[in-house]
């Protein structure tokens, strides 16, 4: 079963807007970590957050933590078009080896 | 330049036809991984390998095998291949179990 759940499945805002998609996971980790996926490429990392740590930035990415609830919020402000792509959290559970993908947000940002 | 590599890219088979599908990292990386791609499924982990020799199922892993001879090569052999395994597949690599993973390109299979 899968661990990671995105929320929305899918998201339509205009250029300059901001787009947060949400991310669950059910069982205790040791970090979370969020990718990126350009149609039907493959993922490349954006950022990493560990279970200590409550909040990230990189550049326009704004990464939440909130163990207690086991949720993860990704902000991208002021959104490009070519911000249009799918996103997808990714877990490993403490002391597993497995690692566990959501179904991922497809954001469209349009022009 | 660092990469993870994957051939064939695209791939039409026939059902029963044993066919594999290479991947390989010039990174020095331990653990390697292959998912499957599935609209409305996201990425699942189909068998992973945290070094040489040694590899674990994930959770999709029936109807594959891997093998992990070399450090730098993680090969996803399909014994007899049916339609309900064409998808887009996706190997990976990365330092640690829990580091980022970077993904190949991708290979597009179609089993008729």
């Known amino acids: 079963s899968q661990q990671g759940e995105e929320d929305p499945q899918a998201l339509s805002i205009q250029e300059g807007e901001n787009a947060t998609m949400n991310c669950s996971y059910k069982?205790?980790?040791?970090?979370l970590q969020w990718y990126r996926q350009n149609s039907g490429r493959g993922l490349v990392h954006l950022i990493l957050?560990?279970?200590?740590?409550r909040e990230k930035h990189s550049g326009r990415l704004r990464v939440t933590l909130d163990t207690s609830k086991k949720s993860s919020s990704l902000l991208i402000t002021a959104s490009r078009a070519a911000d249009t792509a799918s996103y997808f959290c990714?877990?490993?559970?403490?002391?597993?080896?497995?690692?566990?993908f959501g179904a991922g947000t497809r954001l469209f940002v349009k022009a | 330049e660092a990469q993870v590599t994957q051939n064939p890219r695209y791939l039409i088979t026939v059902t029963g036809k044993k066919l594999t599908v290479t991947c390989s990292q010039n990174?020095?990386?331990?653990?390697m991984s292959w998912y499957r791609q599935d609209p409305g499924l996201g990425l699942r982990q189909i068998y992973y390998?945290?070094?040489?020799?040694?590899?674990d199922k994930g959770d999709v892993p029936e109807g594959y095998k891997v093998s992990r001879k070399e450090k730098r090569n993680f090969p996803l052999i399909l014994e007899s291949p049916s339609p309900n395994q064409t998808s887009l597949y996706f190997c990976?690599?990365?330092?640690?179990?829990?580091?980022?993973?970077?993904f190949g390109p991708g290979t597009r299979l179609l089993v008729l």
């Open positions: 990174m020095n990386h331990e653990y």
């Open positions: 990714a877990t490993v559970p403490t002391g597993g080896f497995k690692t566990i």
């Open positions: 990976a690599s990365s330092p640690g179990r829990e580091e980022t993973q970077y």
């Open positions: 957050i560990r279970s200590n740590e």
């Open positions: 390998s945290m070094n040489v020799e040694v590899t």
């Open positions: 069982t205790s980790i040791n970090n």
